[in-house]
Structure formats: C-alpha cells, structure tokens
Antibody, heavy 125, light 109 residues
Framework: QVQLVESGGGLVKPGGSLRLSCAAS????????MSWIRQAPGKGLEWISY????????DYADSVKGRFTISRDNAANSLYLQINSLRAEDTAVYYC??????????????????WGQGTLVTVSS | QSVLTQPPSVSAAPGQKVTISCSGS????????VSWYQQLPGTAPKLLIY???KRPSGIPDRFSGSKSGTSATLGITGLQTGDEADYYC??????????FGGGTKLTVL
C-alpha cells in the first residue's frame, strides 16, 4: 500500500531554515509527480510546489518562490523541501502528496491521490 | 482569499443529502478538471473525487461530483456522522498552477 512519511519539521526562528523529507513506499516513486502542500493552523490547504517524476519540471507558488526548493532522489524513493528565510506565516503542517498532473484535450487533470500524515513547522522567536 | 469559492459550512441530518459548491473562473474550473478532498478532524486530506466525477477505489458511491461551466458540486447522500469533516475542491489554474477552495465544514446534525 502507498505510504508517505514526512519528517524534518520543528520549531525554528524567523529567518531560519529547515529541510523536510518525505519517504515514499508502495508505488514506483520514479513514475510520479510529487507535491508539497501546507495547511496553516485552522486554515485551508495551500499547494506550494510540485516536481515531475524525473525532476526536470518544477513549479512553486508565488508565496514561496525564491525561498523554497523542492528536490527528489528517485534511487532513495524520497522527496525533499528545503525551506529558507522562514517567516511566521510559513507556520503550518506540511504534507507531501503523490500527484497526478496530466494535460488532456479537455484540460489539465491535477489531483493528489495519496497524502502523508504531515510534519509541523513552527516559525517563532 | 482562495481562488475557488466554497461555502464555509453546510449541515444536514443523518440520512439526508447535502451538496457543496465550488465556484471558479474560466482560468481554472472552466477549462480543467476538478477534484474533491475530505479531511476528517486531525487527519490528512483524502482524495474523494477526481476528474470531476470519478471515485477512487474504496470511496462509496454516496459521494458524487459534477461540473458545469465554472462551478463544481460535491454531493453526499445518506449522510452519516462519520462524514463530518472539512471538504476541499481543487483544480488547475492557468496562472497559479494548483489551487484549492477555502474549504467547507460539514456538520451532520
């Protein structure tokens, strides 16, 4: 069965950095896009980044562009998110998600079919 | 504000039917597929509906999805107390990439 396990969250001061990891199992990791999605306390979901199966295509939400870097190691079945210059508004649970992103004649089909349990990042002095 | 607009809350009695709307624009819902997610309290979201109206394996047919123009709707019939959760719509946006609605809290009275 598909499993995604995030790690690396914690308490960090404003301006600090963290590296989040997501260990994947139960599917052929190198065949799929992967994404990071976050949820601030009591708030909704916010997509922040995706990476293609080969790593050649990457995109970020404007809110994190230039500060966050997504990467993957297909040999290790792992996804990463390097987060720098942290701000209080980055406080959230960060989820990794197995992603479907397909362009068809009828539009883009984008969904997140499996999610990890999340890792909490708290930015506070 | 979210790019996709959902009602903050809906409620209905056990056994009844409820619908949750998701309104967007031609930049997102109007020209792309919609998915829906269920987030039970204290847990990660789970995919309920993809490509407007398809259910992943294991999702009961009490859950349905539809899309018309720039809006989408999630329907839940035969409501159960275990359906109490937050529900989110999601789609692709031409400018913003992946986007979600603000979420709808379902209360089963």
């Amino acid at each position: 069965q598909v499993q995604l396990v995030e790690s690396g969250g914690g308490l960090v001061k404003p301006g600090g950095s963290l590296r989040l990891s997501c260990a994947a199992s139960g599917f052929t990791f190198s065949d799929y896009y992967m994404s990071w999605i976050r949820q601030a306390p009591g708030k909704g979901l916010e997509w922040i980044s995706y990476i293609s199966n080969s790593g050649s295509s990457i995109d970020y939400a404007d809110s994190v562009k230039g500060r966050f870097t997504i990467s993957r190691d297909n040999a290790a079945n792992s996804l990463y998110l390097q987060i720098n210059s942290l701000r209080a508004e980055d406080t959230a649970v960060y989820y990794c998600a197995k992603s479907i992103l397909v362009t068809t004649n009828f539009g883009v089909a984008n969904n997140f079919d499996y999610w990890g349990q999340g890792t909490l990042v708290t930015v506070s002095s | 504000q979210s790019v996709l607009t959902q009602p903050p809350s809906v409620s209905a009695a056990p056994g009844q039917k409820v619908t949750i709307s998701c309104s967007g624009s031609s930049s997102n819902i109007g020209n792309n597929y919609v998915s829906w997610y269920q987030q039970l309290p204290g847990t990660a979201p789970k995919l309920l509906i993809y490509e407007n109206n398809k259910r992943p394996s294991g999702i009961p047919d009490r859950f349905s999805g539809s899309k018309s123009g720039t809006s989408a709707t999630l329907g839940i019939t035969g409501l159960q107390t275990g359906d109490e959760a937050d529900y989110y719509c999601g789609t692709w946006d031409t400018t913003l990439s992946a986007v979600f609605g603000g979420g709808t809290k379902l209360t089963v009275l």
